[in-house]
């Protein structure tokens, strides 16, 4: 078993997403993060579906997916072939802040994008792996709430989406 | 509004029409009635047949669409009219079979407040369409039910489900119908790669024990005469899946016979034999490979297939050849060598004689004083039309009657065969029917089966299709209650059936019927049922507790078929 990043290029149609999850769901196979967006062009979005299987599974799903009729392409990546960063929010008291809390804010490269007289937002953009290590630290200074994002991501590949839309 | 405008629900209509459907099969209601009351008007131009239930509709549908290659079509309306569509829309599915079904909906500013008759069918009906859409405005009916067809027959072909909300079909709107030709995210063409099919050519060239596997692909890719070529000419040894049956005569040298569980012998034996392995148009499905873990090891495997997503599915392709089959066959004939190999073709006539002693002359010729399924089946042969279509449901009977009938021409073979839908047999046979009056049409069907939509005898009464209905009535449900005997030590739960009396129930719906519990009765039987001009109901009392073989046993190899 490996994490892979599947790219679905898809027409904006309601209902899209749950064709798409259903394949899984069928398989027994959970999604580990899913993001979906507009594309470059109108009309088209991508999601990007992070996933953990084998390989053969992995093109078995690709191949159902892009079996939708409304899928207009769908592909797979190892995570060494795609740049991807996902955000993590962090709440916290303001009562804890202090200089540690400043200290491990600066040595992740966190920010603070909100304070409000009860709390503080810090926010962190990165892999998981980073994002999942200062959750950690943070749990000891009364973290209150705690979001992440799927993965955003690209291929490194130099292929466009506009070589399938056509 | 300009006086161009017609109703939603004339759309409807005038867009099937425009799709040049002859006839619909359906039940009315509530949320559909627009489209009902629109129906009124056109009966000239579009024929539609009252089935008693909408499941009835829906496998009327399909065996409609199954022996004319056209696109079924089911309307039904909201809630439980749509929620009785699914098992025919999964039936579909599975099948490949072409249908749009349209279903009322209630009007768009009820959706999601749990109106009456109101359900998500979209939702339900999602994993088992092809494609679905629900329309909530007048403008979007005809490109839906445009697309719909397009995607139905378009491609490897299933079944589509358009809902079009009660407001679509009563407001007014322009009626300029476009054929959908097709759009980026479908692509329905997939070039034949021509080094594939080189490929392919040398590897089967080279091969000393080369067999072929066909499925329904051939059919739905109407590749049966480009099947007969590439058989002709490389003199390989082919046999069928269940749903394959009827691609090429029966009668054809190169034909060895059937695959699967209840297969013949020697095609299931000899899987596992050969050195190349050509599979065309089928999908490796668990009940034709066994374990496929022990399924073909030993050969180099070539699949042509129309979807990219059954390739290396279940059995790995060392040569993919992606493509309608109607192409990729052509190509590949012309790119083999002329060849015959009567060594190997010996092998599986050695091993037919082998099923004929044990199994066969049993089942059709038997000493025994209750009357077998195969017996019925064998003279159904003897007097059957050439292109006489076989409608089977789903258990012993049906694979004793697939075993056993001559399958000469193709699209006479219409069974549910990768749901095992039981009740198919009846509605479908009606659909198939009323396809054509004139044609053949035999309905084999057991006791179980034929409860679950017997009321559609009320659909053949008043359209008074001329279907043949044979029931093989063991007073079983035979194929559970043979799986009891060999793998639940004869606990024989709950598979034992009081029945009524049959041919009471077919004379209350007006059909001729006649029930035979002798031998000495059967042959005059079967005649007088094949040349009566009209429905037919025969009830043949087979013997109880017999069973289906050869059987490949769950978890088996192919080359573990057994043959009693």
Redesign the interface.
């Known amino acids: 078993m490996k994490r892979y990043t599947i790219f679905v290029i898809t027409e904006n149609f309601i209902g899209i997403l749950n064709r798409i999850t259903i394949i899984f769901t069928r398989r027994g196979i959970n999604i580990d993060a899913l993001t979906a967006s507009e594309s470059r062009l109108e009309g088209i979005h991508r999601i990007t579906i992070e996933v953990t299987a084998t390989e053969e599974t992995v093109i078995q799903l690709v191949n159902q997916i892009e079996k939708i009729i409304d899928v207009i392409k769908a592909f797979y990546h190892e995570d060494e072939a795609v740049v991807y960063q996902e955000i993590a929010l962090y709440k916290i008291p303001v009562s804890k802040l202090d200089g540690g809390l400043e200290k491990v804010i600066r040595q992740h490269n966190a920010k603070i994008i909100a304070a409000e007289p009860e709390f503080v937002v810090l926010e962190l953009t990165g892999h998981k792996e980073q994002t999942q290590e200062l959750l950690e630290i943070l749990k000891g200074y009364g973290l209150l709430e705690f979001a992440r994002s799927g993965r955003v991501a690209v291929a490194k590949r130099m292929l466009t989406i506009d070589s399938f839309v056509k | 509004m300009k006086e161009s405008m017609i109703r939603g629900a004339d759309i409807v209509v005038q867009s099937l029409i425009a799709e040049q459907a002859e006839i619909i099969f359906g039940y009315p209601g509530g949320a559909i009635m627009p489209v009902y009351d629109a129906l009124y008007d056109y009966h000239e131009q579009i024929k539609h047949v009252l089935t008693r239930h909408e499941q009835g509709a829906i496998h009327a549908a399909q065996g409609y669409a199954r022996v004319s290659g056209k696109v079924g079509v089911c309307l039904a309306t909201s809630g439980p009219g749509a929620t009785n569509l699914i098992t025919g829309l999964a039936d579909a599915q599975i099948d490949s079979t072409p249908l749009v079904c349209i279903t009322g909906q209630v009007a768009a500013h009820l959706l999601g407040t749990d109106a009456f008759q109101e359900t998500d069918v979209?939702?339900i009906s999602?994993?088992g369409t092809?494609?679905n859409i629900?329309v909530r405005k007048v403008e979007d009916i005809a490109p839906a039910i445009a697309k719909g067809f397009y995607?139905a027959r378009s491609g490897r072909p299933g079944p589509v489900l358009i809902d079009i909300t009660k407001n679509a079909q009563v407001d007014f709107g322009e009626m300029n119908y476009a054929p959908c030709m097709g759009f980026?995210?479908?692509k329905t063409h997939i070039p034949v790669e021509k080094t594939a099919i080189q490929e392919a050519a040398e590897l089967i060239n080279k091969a000393e024990r080369p067999y072929i596997v066909f499925g329904q692909g051939v059919v739905l890719g109407k590749a049966e005469t480009e099947l007969k070529f590439f058989l002709d000419k490389t003199g390989i040894p082919a046999a069928s899946t269940l749903l394959g049956s009827g691609a090429i005569s029966q009668d054809h040298p190169n034909y060895v016979g059937k695959l699967g569980m209840h297969g013949n012998y020697a095609p299931n034996l000899l899987t596992n034999q050969c050195d190349v392995l050509i599979a065309i148009g089928m999908r490796f499905d668990d009940r034709v490979t066994g374990d496929l873990k022990r399924y073909a090891k030993q050969a180099k495997v070539i699949h042509l297939e129309l979807?990219?997503?059954e390739?290396?599915?279940n059995v790995k392709a060392d040569i993919p050849v992606l493509g309608d089959c109607k192409e990729s066959l052509s190509l590949l004939t012309a790119a083999v060598s002329e060849k015959t190999h009567p060594a190997w073709m010996t092998k599986f006539r050695e091993l037919e004689q082998m099923e004929k002693d044990a199994v066969m002359q049993h089942d059709i010729t038997p000493t025994k004083v209750g009357l077998t399924m195969g017996e019925v089946i064998n003279l159904i042969n003897q007097y059957k039309a050439d292109d006489a279509v076989l409608v089977t449901d789903v258990g012993q009977h049906q694979m004793i009657a697939w075993r056993y009938f001559n399958y000469k021409k193709t699209r006479t073979q219409v069974t549910s065969g990768g749901l095992g839908t039981m009740g198919f047999a009846l509605p479908a046979a009606l659909g198939a029917q009323l396809h054509d009056y004139s044609r053949q049409v035999i309905c084999v069907v057991g006791d179980g089966g034929i409860q679950m939509t017997i009321q559609e005898l009320g659909t053949i009464m008043q359209t008074k299709a001329p279907v043949k209905i044979v029931l093989l009535n063991n007073n079983y449900l035979g194929m559970v209650r043979q799986w009891q005997q060999m793998f639940f030590d004869k606990r024989y739960s709950f598979t034992e059936l009081d029945n009524p009396d049959f041919v009471k129930i077919a004379e209350a719906y007006q059909i001729k019927a006649q029930k035979v519990t002798d031998r000495g009765d059967l042959k005059e039987a079967i005649e007088d049922m094949l040349i009566h001009d009209g429905p037919f109901f025969l009830e043949v009392v087979v013997e109880k507790e017999d069973n289906v073989f050869p059987m490949i046993a769950t978890g088996c190899s192919v080359e573990e078929v057994r043959l009693s």
């Open positions: 979209v939702g999602m994993p092809k494609w629900q995607i980026r995210s479908y979807d990219p997503a390739i290396n599915k």
